[in-house]
């Protein structure tokens, strides 16, 4: 064995389907893919040495040594969808590990420092009892609130490009095939309110709104009184500005505040979208519990939520998402969200899975990215564009695979056997 890029490429069970190529001058890999991966230096080699797997390649690629070839930074879909999954190293042979030392340098195996996007060290884990004596436990307030501004805090102008004039960052679900991204997003707000069954005059409570989407929708369409709460100050300060823009001031508000706060009760309706994600599986219960204390008899949940296709196995959504996109995100089967629900004291009605819905939302986002590209490098820097698109169009293959869904379950508060619902429930669709 004799290179850098042969050394690398024999670590991967059946060697990259792509073209790998070093600083050395050294190729392996699937040498006729139109797609390749390019080792620029020493240090992006140690990144992928002392991470073995996504992480590793992730934090070469971020820093700017490990470029991708074929393929654009803000969409790498077409590349990811032939590595993502098989990424991970096989361990070597004890006989082989002499040669690879002298291959690629004991210096490759001195793991340099992240950067800088990666937002938690690895040793936190180590000092986690002690955050929990301080307060700063996982998913605590003060834990939660910095992991919000991590991820949503980057730029609302950034955000603009990305998402569209929509402001939406969570699963559309497009009518049509055809349908556009706004067009979808504007759908799935209406569909989400006709699951509520809102009507004029009630009031509706929305669960880490973002930039207030479903609570404008609500308000202008359905003319419901809607309080929207949000962990990110710079989403909390967008929403309202465009509240007042569009005149919904006396229907519709949105807050800076942790959801745990609100102090208002007796809601017809509670949306959820996108925010279980980030509660902690181990605050299932409480959360769903506190659902229940706002909402009135026969009132209404919808959960929107990022699921597993399944429940076993650990929760984490992988470190490359945990470390550089959802600080302490979790991720389980929506069958273990049915059943807190359900635990809760709430009666789940309906259940729904919109995993093709969201492979084409991340489809538009990432072509959004691309037609903005130069405006959100600026915005934003080079390592958090490139952490975009990796991200996303990773995500997208996760969608497509079905390693991962998109659930929306909805509930009712059913007392004395009364939930509100009929006997059947067609949404008007």
């Known amino acids: 064995m004799s290179g850098i890029a042969s050394t690398l490429d024999s670590f991967f069970e059946g060697g990259l389907p792509v073209r790998l190529s070093a600083y050395d001058g050294s190729v392996a890999g699937d040498q006729d893919s139109p797609y390749g991966l390019r080792l620029v ?20 690629y971020v820093s700017g040594d490990l470029e991708l070839e074929g393929t654009h930074p803000g969409d790498p879909y077409p590349i990811l969808r032939l590595i993502v999954g098989k990424t991970d190293f096989k361990r070597p042979a004890v006989t082989e590990l002499v040669g690879i030392a002298r291959t690629l340098g004991l210096g490759s195996f001195n793991p340099p420092k992240p950067p800088p996007q990666e937002h938690l060290p690895g040793w936190r884990h180590r000092v986690e009892h002690a955050r929990d004596l301080i307060g700063w436990g996982r998913h605590s307030q003060r834990r939660d609130a910095d992991a919000i501004h991590h991820h949503y805090d980057v730029s609302n102008t950034f955000y603009e490009y990305v998402l569209g004039p929509s402001m939406t960052y969570t ?3 497009f009518p049509t095939e055809d349908a556009t991204l706004e067009e979808a997003q504007a759908n799935k707000y209406d569909l989400i309110c006709r699951k509520l069954d809102l009507k004029a005059g009630q009031r509706l409570l929305d669960l880490g709104c973002g930039w207030g989407g479903m609570v404008r929708h609500a308000a202008e369409h359905y003319g419901v009184k809607a ?50 994600e980030h509660i902690g599986v181990g605050n299932y219960p409480s959360y769903f519990g506190f659902i229940r204390s706002k909402l ?9 939520c990022i699921t597993r296709d399944n429940s076993r196995g650990r929760n984490s959504a992988g470190a490359f998402i945990d470390r550089y996109v959802f600080p302490d995100g979790e991720l389980t089967g929506s069958g273990t969200i049915v059943t807190a629900v359900e635990n809760a004291g709430l009666e789940v009605q309906h259940h729904e899975n919109f995993r093709m819905h969201y492979a084409k939302t991340l489809t538009g986002w990432n072509r959004n990215l691309v037609e903005n590209w130069d405006a959100c490098v ?18 997208r293959v996760g969608f497509e695979t079905n390693q991962i869904q998109l659930h929306h379950v909805l509930a009712t508060k059913t007392v004395g056997g009364v939930g509100g619902y009929p006997l059947r429930h067609d949404f008007g669709v």
């Open 227 to 276: 309080l929207g709460v949000t962990l990110s100050e710079q989403q909390a300060l967008w929403a309202q500005e465009e509240i007042k823009r569009q005149g919904l001031d006396d229907l519709a508000e949105v807050r800076f505040s942790d959801y745990r706060n609100v102090a208002e009760g007796d809601f017809d309706a509670v949306s959820s979208i996108g925010l279980t």
């Open 171 to 173: 699963c559309a679900v």
């Open 296 to 304: 009135k008899d026969q009132g209404r949940l919808l959960n929107h």
């Open 41 to 60: 230096n020493q240090r992006g080699l140690a990144y992928i040495l002392t991470a073995p797997g996504d992480l590793g390649l992730a934090r070469a």
């Open 378 to 395: 600026a915005e934003v820097g080079l390592g958090t564009a490139k952490v975009w698109g990796l991200y996303m169009a990773g995500s």
